[in-house]
């Protein structure tokens, strides 16, 4: 195996990505290209497993792919493909289900708060870990470049994989998450207390990728602060701290540099300028979006070369996989 370090991470291609998803993860993808060659899924998979529009999902998934192309992920460097194109993943996933506990799934945050949000709890979405467990191992993964709210799922995903390690045989790495040192865990602009997501968020206070500029204005300016005046990072100053990370991604400079700039400054022209930053920040993104999305057989040519890269890349540890397990395989 080469020693190139193998960096993994997955996306779902439900609603529209938004600030968070860019900064926290898709951002991240592009950068680690400089590090090793990043597999970056778009896990329709796992979108399944709550209730979706089969249309939308179909629609989404070209558009998640086409989002991470424009952002800078170049098929020469990394390989973007669609999980259901790889069918390694769910059969690993079924062979990983038998060394993963009930205990261990049902201690997972994640399902516990969607699950809430759900009239119909499926079995998929308590099982949802497992799936991802599969995504990250078959790439003999070492560098997995998420959010915060991912890290028990990475936890979890290396316990496994010890697991299957110690009862059938050295199979997989063991995979490290990594967070942006800025910007791990965007907030609600609206309700700066919880992060910023699809399924969760407020309508004003989710500022999306393929937000016209006005928009992205707009959500920014009416951004919550709290009623102080101080341009500073605190955990009593959710809303600004937020605003802070983001200005800090958006013009590459660090949180307190941002700080100094601003002191003494009002509220009012801060946010404004934040909305300048990211209004910038995200329109080459968008013209690239819509370059691609203007032409289709381009777009399902790089998804085809992704997933036949992805196919030839995961075989090995699935094959290993069977035969430590004692599968007779044809
Ligand atoms: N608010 C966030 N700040 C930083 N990173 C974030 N991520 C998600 N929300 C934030 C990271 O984005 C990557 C892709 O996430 P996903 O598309 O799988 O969606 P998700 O984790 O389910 O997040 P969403 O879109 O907000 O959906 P909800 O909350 O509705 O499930 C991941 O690396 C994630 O960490």
Known sequence: MSTTIRIFSGIQPTGVK??????????????????????????D????????????????TLSVAA???????????STVFVQSHV???????????????????????????????????????????????????LYQTDVVPIGEDQRQHVELTRDV????????????????????????RIMDLQEPERKMSTTGGTAQGTLLVLDPPEAIRKKLRSAVTDSGRDIVRSPDKAGITNLIEIMSVATDKEPE???????????????????????????????????????????????????????????PTLEAMYERMGVAKP
Request: charged share 25%; with cysteine; aromatic share 10%.
């Open 18 to 43: 938004h600030l968070g998803n860019y900064i926290g993860a898709i951002r991240q993808y592009v950068a680690s290209q400089d590090d090793g060659h990043p597999f970056i899924c778009i896990v």
């Open 45 to 60: 998979l796992h979108s399944i497993t709550v209730a979706h529009d089969p249309a939308e999902l179909r629609e989404s």
């Open 67 to 77: 989002l991470l192309f424009a952002a800078g992920l170049d098929p020469e460097r």
């Open 87 to 137: 069918s390694a993943h769910p059969e690993a996933a079924w062979l990983l289900g038998s060394v993963t506990s009930f205990g261990e799934l049902r201690r997972m945050t994640q399902f516990k708060e969607k699950a809430d949000q759900q009239e119909f709890v499926s079995a998929g979405l308590f099982t949802y870990p497992v799936l991802q467990a599969a995504d990250i191992l």
């Open 161 to 184: 994989a010890e697991r299957f390690n110690a009862r059938y045989g050295e199979t997989f790495r063991l995979p490290r998450a990594v967070f942006p040192e800025v910007g791990a």
């Open 257 to 315: 540099a941002i700080e100094s700039r601003y002191d003494g400054e009002g509220y009012g022209t801060f946010k404004q300028e934040v909305g300048e930053a990211v209004v910038s920040l995200l329109e080459p993104v968008q013209r690239r979006y819509e370059e691609l999305r203007s032409d289709e057989a381009e777009l399902r040519r790089l998804i085809a070369l992704g997933a036949e890269n992805a196919r030839a890349a995961s075989a």
